[in-house]
């Protein structure tokens, strides 16, 4: 999921040449977008110094890089996150978005359609660098009767591979939410499994919302934690939403009812989403932030994903609290990430357990 309004992607890209070389055509031209796109993100990313030196960089993007550079020692000295150039760069993109990612299901289904690259493993999800590839892939998703959902990328990790830079596309997000898509990012370097995206999205935004509090502990001021704590608030209740539907869905695709009477009734639990959201909006003073989810019709691909960013998220809090220390727990992380995918899931789901059972029985 965008982690609701701001989507991923994690590349293996440095692997890219080496792996169309053993692609059938479609994929060639598939990697070679993807190749190409990071290629001329990356040429096109200059230091912070050079673009702070430059007297044509406008005021508002001084203090916008200065912050993320303030962000970026942060996450080294105080959260123990890699000490290397990502988020050093600063590229201004001409898109409002770094990608578009398609995310496709069957029609009566909530399980994702997977894609598998080298170095990042099975992903639910296609990057592209243009619009239209997206589309296009999109649209012969659709005709073989899927799902299918693109969506706007803002940010993402290569891993180490390249180092990342900051884009045009969030340098003007508000302080804490920035400083959450960097903590968030570089966690991604910290611990990666290839094909476990619950684990490894979970553990990355338990990271940034660790992070977020201690950093706003030292520098957020009153108007600041007050609007982060608005964009918690309708992110809680956001998520609860999609939660609510996504349930109801699983329960449908599940049922023994009839095909048409599957598809009536998932008609009517988007009809009911779509309601539901516009009573928040006017909930929140007419926040507008979350109409993106929206702009295209809705289908089990906007909802494949919710659970990737979250399920595994209060174990990762358990964890944490128990490690009472950032070293220790991304010691104990990796340990976790060592062992195979069953016994780690099973020992992420009995501490999560743990943390929502104490979470409901606090006053």
């Not at 999921?1 to 991923?8: Q, V, Y």
């Not at 598998?116 to 296009?136: I, K, L, M």
Request: net charge positive.
């Amino acid at each position: 999921m965008r982690a609701l309004g701001k989507r991923r992607w994690i590349a293996g890209a440095a692997l890219l040449a080496s792996a169309t070389l053993l692609a059938s055509c479609a994929s060639l031209n598939y990697y070679g977008q993807a190749a190409h796109g990071q290629f001329s993100l990356l040429s096109d990313a200059r230091p912070i110094d050079a673009w702070m030196a430059d007297p044509q960089t406008a005021p508002r993007l001084r203090v916008r890089l200065e912050t993320a550079r303030q962000i970026r020692r942060y996450a080294v000295q105080e959260l123990g996150l890699p000490d290397n150039d990502s988020y050093k760069n600063y590229a201004a993109l001409s898109r409002p978005y770094v990608l578009w990612n398609v995310v496709a299901t069957p029609e009566l289904s909530l399980k994702p359609i997977q894609w598998c690259f080298p170095v990042a493993g099975c992903v639910n999800y296609r990057g592209y660098y243009n619009q239209d590839d997206a589309q296009a892939y999109a649209a012969q998703l659709r005709a073989a009767g899927n799902d299918v959902e693109v969506g706007g990328v803002t940010a993402y990790s290569t891993l180490g591979w390249f180092n990342d830079p900051l884009i045009s596309t969030f340098i003007n997000y508000p302080d804490a939410e920035l400083a959450r898509l960097i903590f968030h990012e570089l966690a991604h370097q910290v611990v990666y499994v290839a094909g476990d995206s619950q684990f490894n999205e979970s553990f990355a935004s338990a990271v940034e919302e660790a992070g977020v509090e201690r950093w706003m502990a030292k520098y957020g001021n009153d108007d600041m934690r007050a609007a982060y704590g608005r964009y918690i608030e309708r992110k809680r209740d956001f998520l609860a939403l999609l939660l609510k539907i996504r349930r109801a869905l699983d329960a449908n695709y599940k049922s023994d009812r009839p095909l048409a009477e599957q598809r009536a009734v998932k008609a009517r639990l988007f009809q009911q989403l779509n309601d539901e959201y516009q009573v928040l909006k006017t909930n929140w003073g007419g926040y507008a932030g979350y109409d993106k989810f929206f702009a295209e019709p809705l289908s089990n691909a906007h909802l494949a994903s919710v659970a990737t960013y979250n399920d595994f998220v209060p174990a990762f809090r358990k964890l944490l609290r128990r490690d009472a220390g950032l070293a220790r727990f991304y010691a104990d992380v990796r340990a976790l990430a060592a062992q195979d995918k069953d016994a780690r899931h099973a020992q992420l789901k009995m501490l999560a357990a743990l943390e929502n059972a104490q979470t409901a029985a606090a006053p």
